[in-house]
């Protein structure tokens, strides 16, 4: 199956810090990015979806000037996390899907992220 | 209105008895895919299966085996003779190809596999 690579996987902040967390497609161009969060014990939400050139659609309730997301590429999405709070403490997940013939999209690995 | 449904959640079993966790979704598409996957306590999900909506032939991997019913609107997931390292959250997903092929998270079903 197709690869998409998150990077880092665990990262700690102090509180008004910025963390970018990327997201890559490793042997495929990923049209679409999709961005979720985890609050422990609880299921994935979406966060935001991502078209490669265009900015991103954001869910309700998500701030898009807090939570910034550039597909800026076909193999790279980034999720900057910005004046990082401890309640943005979360697992944050992307998945990717490619273009024509594909019809599903693919996880990365995830990122903790912990604001102290 | 909740998309996919796991009703379950929290199951315990002791060892080597068979489980079976729950799926329920919700969707006007005709075309759509159906996961299981597997999320350990290190947080990663780890993919065990996919099922497109014109396939409703069950699936047997190993201890695993899958039950999908589109007349009730189910997709099982049964582990056989379980074990302590199925031990994980496991969440069943739908993603709807004419929504963008977002997924739809249940909320997950916690096993515990008492050894």
């Known amino acids: 199956g197709a690869v998409v690579s998150q990077h880092p996987s665990r990262v700690i902040c102090k509180s008004g810090t910025s963390v970018k967390i990327e997201c890559r497609s490793l042997d495929f161009q990923a049209t679409t990015m999709f961005w979720y969060r985890q609050f422990p014990k609880q299921s994935l939400m979406l966060m935001a979806t991502s078209n490669e050139g265009s900015k991103a659609t954001y869910e309700q309730g998500v701030e898009k000037d807090k939570f910034l997301i550039n597909h800026a590429s076909l193999t790279l999405s980034t999720l900057t996390v910005t004046s990082a709070h401890p309640e943005d403490s979360s697992f944050y997940i992307c998945s990717a899907k490619g273009g024509t013939g594909q019809g599903w999209a693919f996880f990365g690995q995830g990122t903790r992220l912990t604001v102290v | 209105a909740q998309k996919v449904t796991q009703a379950q959640t929290e199951i315990s079993v002791v060892e080597k008895e068979d489980v079976t966790l729950d799926c329920v979704y919700e969707t006007r598409d005709t075309t759509y895919y159906l996961f299981w996957y597997k999320q350990p306590p290190s947080g990663e999900l780890v993919f065990l299966i996919r099922?497109?909506?014109?396939?409703?032939q069950n699936e047997i991997s190993g201890r695993y085996s899958w039950n999908f019913q589109k007349s009730t609107s189910s997709f099982n997931f049964t582990i056989t003779a379980s074990q302590v390292v199925d031990s994980a959250v496991y969440f069943c997903a739908l993603s709807e190809v004419e929504a963008g092929n977002q997924f739809y998270f249940g909320t997950g079903t916690s096993l515990t596999v008492i050894p």
């Open positions: 099922r497109n909506s014109f396939d409703e």
